[in-house]
């Protein structure tokens, strides 16, 4: 199910430190080691999935669980949008290098603490 090279499984693993932010029998979470916003999460399956490019129908749900541990968190970090619909934060898989995907192990960007920029780079 692990990958020997991959990173992110090592860092599921505890072979390479990160800072945990929550954890459960299908997912782990961490701050990103290069944050581009106050807060930067990454979320990641401890199934080893190259990225949504090689998703399985048997992972939807998976996906959908990544989804919901993300509005935990943002809720637990004070970042959720508010009754009016102010604050918030951004959702990100980039799937492909051309769309930025440098880790090759399947993560979800939960990006927040600042206001964002539309269209993104
Ligand atoms: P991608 O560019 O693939 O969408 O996102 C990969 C993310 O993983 C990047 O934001 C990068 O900063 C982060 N990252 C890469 N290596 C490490 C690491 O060893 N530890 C942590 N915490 N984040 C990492
Ligand atoms: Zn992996």
């Known amino acids: 199910m ?29 701050h990103d080691i290069n944050p581009v916003a106050p807060f930067h999460i990454l979320i990641i399956p401890k199934k080893h999935i190259v990225g949504i490019q090689t998703l399985e129908a048997e992972d939807e749900c998976l996906v959908g669980h990544m989804f919901y541990v993300a509005r935990k968190i943002a809720q637990d970090l004070g970042i959720a949008p ?17 769309a930025g995907q440098s880790v090759f192990h399947l993560h979800l960007h939960l990006i927040g603490g600042r206001k964002m920029e539309w269209p993104p780079g």
């Open 2 to 30: 692990q990958e020997k090279d991959c990173i992110f499984c090592k860092i599921i693993k505890g072979e390479i430190p990160s800072k945990k932010v929550y954890e459960d029998d299908k997912v782990y979470a961490f």
């Open 82 to 98: 508010d009754e009016n619909l102010n604050k918030g934060y951004r959702l990100v898989f980039n799937v492909g290098k051309d």
